[in-house]
């Protein structure tokens, strides 16, 4: 659809005398009740006693309204409209209604000179004599396509004239027979009377099945209001089956919401057991961490000493009392940092390990002074088991990842 064309319809529209303003604006969307006025309005302008009807409030008259509308106007104004676009009722209808009123417009344009010369009346005058020659034009096609039927029909019958003549000749010169006329009078009335009785035995029968069509139709009748009698007793009568239902219902209703409870609980139990185990983990993790960390100083201290022993080896009689009083110094030393390992770890961690020291026996000419050193090195990782096993609180969580047992943690002595 294009503007000019709207603009070129609303204007014919206008010129023709249509009563309702048409805008541009009134085919943007689909308006069906618009095209149907529109298009009774020009087929009543084009034929005034045209009976085409006006209905359009359900799909089938619609579509019965565009058909009739379409057939009209190509029968009678050899005028093809398109029924897709008219049943669209938007902008591409408008091309299908600018046929029509082009046409209308055109053959109003033809006196356009004398009709603006007239008066208002005259013009309404011109209107109405518009539309009686118009029916004059149907009834002048109608008769000329009955000449042409009936003079076809003529021809034939001439054609036949030379032997019809003969058979006509023959006949009147033929003396009439009374007994054969008789005769052929008498089979003509016995025909006509078997005719007669043929027509008053299908009458009969037609009564017969009448009377049988209506005893069906009250038998039908008595079998619905059974039906219906039935079917309200069923209705009214509690199924026995229906307490037992609605007990099992309610049962079933109390272990629904029982299951919930337990399933919610289940969830929230299997949630705190994986943040314990997830605590004790990562617990477990630090308490490994700092046993780690407290076996390598201790380590270092040990390469320490045993590097300060080997500088001192050319002192190998150094007196008993003396060799006790380091002894004693160092297991203060070593006790002292366990302590504080532990107490800087957190409470709770029990700390149990190895401690590997350097190897002790390079030589058999090694001095007693060494022999004791080790021994008393022992003494000392004893006393720090013994120690750390009275400052670490008890904890089922630790104590049951407990490693292996101290005796062979000593063979790496």
Do not use: C, W
């Given at each position: 659809?294009?503007?000019?064309?709207?603009?070129?319809?609303?204007?014919?529209?206008?010129?023709?005398?249509?009563?309702?303003?048409?805008?541009?604006?009134?085919?943007?969307?689909?308006?069906?009740?618009?095209?149907s006025e529109v298009l009774l309005w020009l087929v009543k302008r084009y034929e005034p006693h045209s009976d085409i009807p006006g209905d359009v409030d359900t799909e089938q008259d619609r579509v019965f309204f565009i058909k009739a509308v379409a057939?009209?106007?190509?029968?009678?104004?050899?005028?093809?409209?398109?029924?897709?676009r008219l049943y669209q009722a938007d902008g591409y209808a408008v091309k299908e209604l600018l046929k029509v009123t082009s046409v209308l417009y055109g053959a109003m344009n033809t006196q356009g000179g004398q009709r603006a010369e007239l008066p208002e009346?005259?013009?309404?005058?011109?209107?109405?004599?518009?539309?009686?020659?118009?029916?004059?034009l149907k009834a002048a096609r109608q008769l000329a396509s009955e000449i042409t039927s009936k003079g076809a029909?003529?021809?034939?019958?001439?054609?036949?004239?030379?032997?019809l003549r003969e058979a006509r000749t023959e006949s009147i010169a033929r003396p009439l027979e009374i007994n054969e006329a008789e005769k052929v009078m008498k089979i003509a009335i016995s025909s006509v009377?078997?005719?007669?009785?043929?027509?008053k035995d299908m009458l009969n029968n037609v009564a017969l099945d009448e009377a049988s069509l209506e005893a069906k139709i009250e038998k039908r009748k008595l079998e619905l209001e059974r039906s219906q009698k039935r079917l309200q007793t069923l209705q009214s009568v509690r199924p026995a089956f229906m307490d037992e239902y609605e007990k099992i219902e309610k049962q079933l209703e109390k272990q629904y919401s029982t299951y919930l409870e337990k399933f919610r609980n289940l969830t929230y139990m299997e949630q705190l057991l994986d943040d314990q185990r997830r605590t004790e983990q990562e617990m477990f993790e630090e308490a490994a961490n700092m046993l780690r960390l407290i076996q390598n100083r201790l380590k270092e201290e040990e390469q320490h000493l045993l590097k300060s022993g080997g500088n001192d080896?050319?002192?190998i009689e150094i007196q008993e009392d003396e060799g006790s009083d380091s002894e004693g110094d160092?297991?203060?030393?070593?006790?002292?940092i366990s302590t504080e390992a532990l107490l800087q770890g957190g409470v709770g961690t029990r700390i149990v390990g190895s401690m590997q020291g350097g190897d002790m026996e390079e030589d058999d000419d090694s001095g007693d002074s060494e022999i004791d050193l080790d021994e008393d090195e022992e003494e000392e990782e004893e006393d720090l088991e013994d120690d750390s096993m009275e400052i670490a609180p008890g904890k089922s969580s630790l104590r049951a990842r407990k490693p292996e047992p101290l005796e062979q943690s000593d063979n790496d002595f």
């Open positions: 659809m294009s503007f000019r064309d709207l603009r070129n319809f609303t204007e014919m529209m206008r010129a023709l005398g249509y009563p309702r303003i048409i805008s541009m604006e009134n085919f943007h969307t689909p308006n069906f009740r618009l095209v057939q009209f106007m190509a029968t009678k104004a050899h005028i093809k409209l398109n029924t897709k009346e005259d013009s309404n005058k011109f209107k109405f004599d518009l539309g009686s020659k118009i029916a004059d029909v003529l021809y034939d019958l001439l054609g036949k004239e030379v032997e009377l078997d005719e007669v009785q043929k027509t080896d050319s002192d160092l297991q203060i030393t070593r006790h002292r």
